[in-house]
């Protein structure tokens, strides 16, 4: 099985690998997937004043298609307001990276990941919406 | 494998100097492995010349051939103990495995209904026994113990008055423990049932002899011990009698147990390579132990948490499972890509299961998810362990830094204290 150039650039050269506090009030952490499956992957979102991601981390245990996958979802989601990012499809990511049908699954998890992320920011901030 | 690879020799290898081994450098050697070139040379005549069917019986074509067929016999037998008259030339280990199974339960059947193997057997003994019980046959899959080897106890215990035969294997394909089988062969013939073991990884591996461990069948693989694909053999005790039904239905060659035209250039190169195996195991198993050491030492050395699957003494010399937690086994093989090995994880396979040969042993699915099969063989050499190793050990640290997994472990996070949603 062949994988694409850019499945592999991804896979070689990981874009914004680490950790960002997830205590602190405007990160909001995804963590998806299980272990026992293979795969889990964390990512987390860093929201600015203006309300749009400033900065985005991954880590995952999987395979390549799940690590490039991830990798790919920072790259994309950094920049965009959290309805943007929220608009990521699981099938933008398959196609970017031309991931194998037996490999989708792991794209499929890299959007849950950022949805996870996202939920995660407004779960923080439900009080200071009640609190308007 | 590229030509040049499977073509050095031993001799040539330490002759380069250099500390820069051929790439890709092949570790998957429980999987197949390269011809020996004097295996090829021994065929080749049969192809061209001495092309003859060996059951042509009025000319010397035929005479020719059935002479290069008789005297591969007599390696085949010779490696095992056996008498040539008790070896059946077969497609390979998978059919030699059928015949066995279905060919003593045919019959048998009506008279004797059970079988009995475990549960970390190759894929064509639990597919024959699941056919088996489809027909009405009892099948007994035991369980093995964590590192690896059958409970003899168990296995006591399993036999009835209808136990027709013990398939047991000689050693594991993935994690390469030998099983005890002479043990096993003295409970069989206690209790007057066949023992058969699949014995492709075994041959030329380890000393086995079918009379000292009373075994009554015994499956053989061309590939797997530096012959030609396409071919295997199955050893069939004559005293005391193993009655079997065949699978294949023909000419009545090979004793009527497997007709067809029997292939003389492959089964030249089968028994060829047996001849080399024989010869050379002594000295190849102590060179193939120093080397499995050093890499598995090394690993050990400059890795945390890192786990040996199946038992290590117990164990062929040219094979290692090693778990490397929080690193995902097929994440792993990409970041490795100049070294062929394989993996226990569910996203090599098309299953989506982690090995049922490492759940057998009770290993966790997470680390059957990390785990890396390493076989080395003939062709292996110092160099290649010390690169393989180098990369190994960079590609895990690099992974761990990018794993989630590892990072809770170094906070101190229990990962099973999580819920997880499973997918």
Redesign the interface.
């Given at each position: 099985m062949a994988y694409s150039n850019q499945l592999l650039d991804h896979y070689e050269n990981p874009r914004n690998v680490g950790t960002l506090d997830k205590g602190e009030d405007n990160v909001g952490t995804g963590l998806v997937g299980a272990p026992a499956c293979g795969d889990v992957m964390k990512l987390q979102i860093k929201v600015g004043t203006d309300g749009r991601i400033e900065d985005a981390k991954f880590k995952t245990f999987g395979c390549g298609s799940a690590i490039a996958s991830s990798s790919l979802a920072t790259e994309w989601v950094k920049g965009k307001t959290l309805a943007e990012a929220e608009q990521i499809k699981n099938t933008d990511i398959a196609k970017e990276l031309s991931l194998p049908p037996v490999k989708i699954h792991c794209s499929v998890l890299a959007e849950d990941a950022i949805k996870a992320a996202i939920k995660d920011y407004r779960d923080k901030h439900l009080a200071d919406k009640a609190a308007e | 494998m590229s030509a040049n690879n499977a073509a050095k020799t031993p001799a040539n290898d330490t002759a380069v100097g250099t500390n820069k081994p051929q790439l890709p450098i092949y570790l998957d050697y429980q999987a197949t492995t390269p011809c020996d070139p004097r295996v090829v040379e021994a065929m080749l005549p049969y192809f061209t010349e001495k092309f003859g069917n060996p059951h042509s019986r009025n000319h010397s074509f035929g005479w020719e051939a059935e002479e290069g067929v008789e005297k591969a016999r007599a390696q085949v037998a010779s490696i095992i103990g056996a008498d040539e008259k008790e070896v059946i030339f077969t497609s390979g280990a998978t059919e030699s495995n059928n015949l066995a199974l279905k060919g003593v339960a045919h019959f048998h059947k009506g008279k004797k209904n059970h079988i009995i193997t475990t549960v970390t057997e190759h894929k064509c003994i639990l597919d024959s026994c699941r056919h088996l019980e489809m027909e009405g046959f009892k099948v007994t899959y035991l369980p093995v113990q964590q590192n690896g080897l059958v409970d003899l106890e168990q296995l006591k215990a399993a036999i009835t008055d209808q136990t027709v035969l013990v398939s047991i294997m000689a050693v594991n394909n993935e994690i390469g423990v030998i099983q005890p089988l002479a043990e096993i062969g003295k409970i069989c013939r206690a209790r007057g049932v066949y023992f058969h073991t699949d014995a492709a990884q075994a041959v030329g591996k380890i000393p086995l002899d079918v009379n000292a461990m009373n075994i009554d069948m015994m499956s053989i693989s061309g590939h797997k011990i530096y012959g030609p694909k396409g071919i295997g053999a199955l050893y069939v005790r004559r005293k005391p009698r193993v009655r079997l039904e065949a699978l294949i239905h023909g000419g009545g060659q090979e004793r009527g147990m497997r007709s067809g035209t029997l292939p003389t250039p492959l089964i030249v190169g089968l028994g060829e390579a047996c001849a080399i195996a024989q010869k050379e195991m002594g000295a190849e198993t102590e060179r193939l132990k120093y080397l499995r050491d050093r890499m598995y030492n090394k690993i050990k050395e400059q890795l945390p948490e890192v786990f040996l699957n199946g038992d290590l003494e117990q164990r062929i010399p040219g094979n290692l499972n090693i778990s490397f937690a929080?690193?995902?086994g097929?994440?792993l093989m990409?970041?490795i890509k100049d070294l062929a090995v394989s993996s226990g994880?569910?996203?090599t396979s098309a299953s989506l299961e982690?090995s049922y040969v490492l759940r057998a042993l009770g290993v966790?699915?997470?680390l059957a998810?990390t785990s890396l099969r390493l076989g080395i063989g003939r062709f292996t050499t110092e160099q290649d362990i010390d690169y393989a190793v180098e990369h190994i050990v960079q590609s895990v640290n690099r992974l761990r830094?990018?794993?989630?997994?590892?990072?809770m472990a170094q906070e101190g996070i229990d990962?099973k204290s999580?819920q997880?949603?499973?997918?």
């Open positions: - | 929080y690193v995902e097929e994440g990409m970041g994880s569910a996203c982690p966790e699915e997470e998810h830094a990018m794993s989630p997994l590892w990072e990962i999580i997880w949603a499973e997918h």
